[in-house]
T-cell receptor, first 109, second 117 residues
C-alpha cells in the first residue's frame, strides 16, 4: 500500500531552526510537496521537489532523496506565525496526491 | 495569483438534511476540480475528481449517491452531501487546476466546516 510517515507533533523555540522529516512508500513518484496548514484553514503550497537535493526558498528549505524515500522541510529563524501543521504529500505514478497526516509544529517564545 | 473560493465557510445542519457546498475559481478556468475531506488531526482524503462537463470520478469507499458532485462550468463545482448524518461532520476542501496548466498547478479553497447535529 501507499504510506507517508511524518511525526505527529514537534515543538521548537522562536528564532531557532526545526527540521520536519517525511518518509514515503508510494506506487511511483512524480514529486513531493510540502504544504502549510493553519488550524481551520486550507493548505497553502510551500515547496515541490522532484529531483534529489535541497531547494531553498527564503526561511524555508526542502530536501529530497528519492533513493531513500525521504524528504525534510527545514524552517529557519522560526516565528510565532509558523505555528501550524505541515503536510507532506507525494504525487504517485497517476499524479494522485497521497497525503501524510501532517506534523503539528508548536512554537514557544 | 489564482484564487479559489468556497461557500459557505461554515454550515450547521440537522441530521437528514442535504447541504450544498460551492467551489469557485475566481480568476481562472479550472478544467479539473478536486474534493477532499479532512477529519481532525488526519490527512486530507481525496473524495473525488471532477472534470468540467463529465461525471466525477470517486475514490474507493466514497458513496457517489451520498456525495453528489457537479462541475457544470469551468469556474464552478458543487458538492452536495445528501441526507447528512453526524459522521459526515468534517472539513471539506476543494482545489482547482487551471486550464492548460500541468498537474503541478493546483490551488486550494479555504474549506467548509460542516457540522451535522
Amino acid at each position: 500500500g501507499q504510506n507517508i510517515d511524518q511525526p505527529t507533533e514537534m515543538t521548537a523555540t522562536e528564532g531557532a531552526i526545526v527540521q520536519i522529516n517525511c518518509t514515503y512508500q508510494t506506487s511511483g513518484f512524480n514529486g513531493l510537496f510540502w504544504y502549510q496548514q493553519h488550524a481551520g484553514e486550507a493548505p497553502t503550497f510551500l515547496s515541490y521537489n522532484v529531483l534529489d537535493g535541497l531547494e531553498e526558498k527564503g526561511r524555508f528549505s526542502s530536501f529530497l532523496s528519492r533513493s531513500k524515500g525521504y524528504s525534510y522541510l527545514l524552517l529557519k529563524e522560526l516565528q510565532m506565525k509558523d505555528s501550524a501543521s505541515y503536510l507532506c504529500a507525494v504525487w504517485d505514478s497517476n499524479y494522485q496526491l497521497i497525503w501524510g497526516a501532517g506534523t503539528k509544529l508548536i512554537i514557544k517564545p | 495569483g489564482a484564487v479559489v473560493s468556497q461557500h459557505p465557510s461554515r454550515v450547521i445542519c440537522k441530521s437528514g438534511t442535504s447541504v450544498k457546498i460551492e467551489c469557485r475559481s475566481l480568476d481562472f478556468q479550472a478544467t479539473t476540480m478536486f474534493w477532499y475531506r479532512q477529519f481532525p488531526k488526519k490527512s486530507l482524503m481525496l473524495m473525488a475528481t471532477s472534470n468540467e462537463g463529465s461525471k466525477a470520478t470517486y475514490e474507493q469507499g466514497v458513496e457517489k449517491d451520498k456525495f453528489l458532485i457537479n462541475h457544470a462550468s469551468l469556474t464552478l463545482s458543487t458538492l452536495t452531501v445528501t441526507s447528512a448524518h453526524p459522521e459526515d461532520s468534517s472539513f471539506y476542501i476543494c482545489s482547482a487546476r487551471p486550464r492548460n496548466k500541468g498537474p503541478l498547478e493546483q490551488f486550494f479553497g479555504p474549506g467548509t466546516r460542516l457540522t451535522v447535529l
